[in-house]
């Protein structure tokens, strides 16, 4: 079987799975799980420094952004200049150019704002950012991204952190047929079964965050990821069968006794 | 000397007029290769922080990465 590498911006990942850093108990615990999820590129958030406590410890004493590639996001941005701000400071703290954009429209469901998320978008790659925009299974918005200058699709699967899996396969069918960027499934991922079927459908990856960070095992929780993100992969490349609605024998008909 | 009050991560911090923002990143044990320096809503450049001299009402905005989804 020939290399079948995930190529974002350029640059050849063999991991489809990303893997988020929030939600976990401590830095340990993040960096272990990371390590059995076998995810080569994680998503930070850049928030500010705690001045009062020196001594606190540092995400990149844990993970080391030279082996792991760090994916800035703008999580908890509502509108496009917040956004704006913080990944211009995410490019300063080390010269992340990759980014992943998420403008949210909607606190309680987590929705993204698709109007900002596109001006968003326009203004970054303008700035030689390569973006990853976080959106809706909306094949029309994905498209109007792509033609913004995106560098992947992550359309939802589901609200963040909801675990409800992908609850419109046909949209994400859609998007994935029509694109030639790379489509990530971004959010609402509750199981691994969950990341094969995104697979199965084509997407070229997955972001997971709180299907691990919140299993009652992480560690298996991230193994159970990296497994299901493989067999899902290799699945869709092995080209399923036709669906039939009759059976069809396995056995050979002829030469019965 | 004079001193000015100026706003660090939202935090009122007093400070000698006219002192160093390096000398404030010093004293707050800031890893500057880490962070990531906005004064008065401009980033600035972290290696003219010797440069930059301090004055009232100055708002800086430390900040690093952490954990997130």
């Known amino acids: 079987m020939k290399k079948d590498k995930l190529i974002i911006a350029k640059k050849k990942f063999d991991s489809r ?20 999820s076998g995810a080569e590129i994680v998503t930070v958030a850049v928030r500010r420094v705690n001045i009062s406590n020196k001594n606190k410890p540092l995400l990149m004493d844990y993970i080391d952004p030279k082996k792991i590639t760090y994916l800035p996001n703008t999580a908890g941005c509502f509108n ?7 990944l211009r400071l995410a490019r300063e703290i080390g010269g992340w150019k990759l980014v992943k954009l998420e403008v949210l429209g909607d606190k309680k469901n987590l929705f993204p704002d698709m109007i900002e998320t596109l001006k968003t978008t326009e203004v970054l790659t303008k700035e030689g950012f390569r973006v990853m925009v976080y959106c809706n299974d909306d094949p ?17 699967a589901a609200p963040i952190g909801s675990g409800l899996g992908i609850l419109n396969k046909i949209n994400i069918k859609i998007i994935r047929k029509q694109t030639k960027l790379p489509v990530i499934i971004d959010a609402g991922l509750g199981q691994a079964s969950d990341a094969t079927i995104a ?33 899902g992969r290799q699945s869709y490349n092995s080209g399923r069968i036709a669906k039939t609605l009759m059976g069809n024998p396995s056995s050979p008909t002829t030469g019965i006794i | 000397m004079k001193k000015i009050k100026i706003k660090v991560n939202g935090k009122v911090k007093t400070v000698l007029n006219n002192s160093k923002l390096f000398d404030l990143l010093k004293n707050l044990n800031i890893p500057i290769k880490k962070v990531a320096i906005e004064l008065n809503q401009e980033i600035i450049d972290k290696k003219r922080s010797t440069n930059i001299k301090l004055k009232k009402d100055d708002k800086i905005e430390i900040v690093h990465f952490i954990g997130g989804g």
Not at chain 1, 140 to 156: T, Y
């Open chain 1, 17 to 36: 799975l990303i893997v988020g850093t929030g939600k976990y108990k401590n830095m340990a615990e993040c960096a272990k799980a990371i390590k059995f």
């Open chain 1, 80 to 86: 496009s200049k917040d956004a704006l701000r913080t």
């Open chain 1, 140 to 156: 029309l918005m994905a498209k109007r991204l792509e033609n913004s200058g995106a560098d992947a699709i992550m359309p939802l």
């Open chain 1, 199 to 231: 697979m199965e459908l084509g997407c070229d990856g997955v972001l997971v965050n709180t299907a691990i960070a919140k299993a009652k095992k992480p560690f298996e929780a991230a193994l159970a990821f990296k497994n299901a993100v493989v067999a």
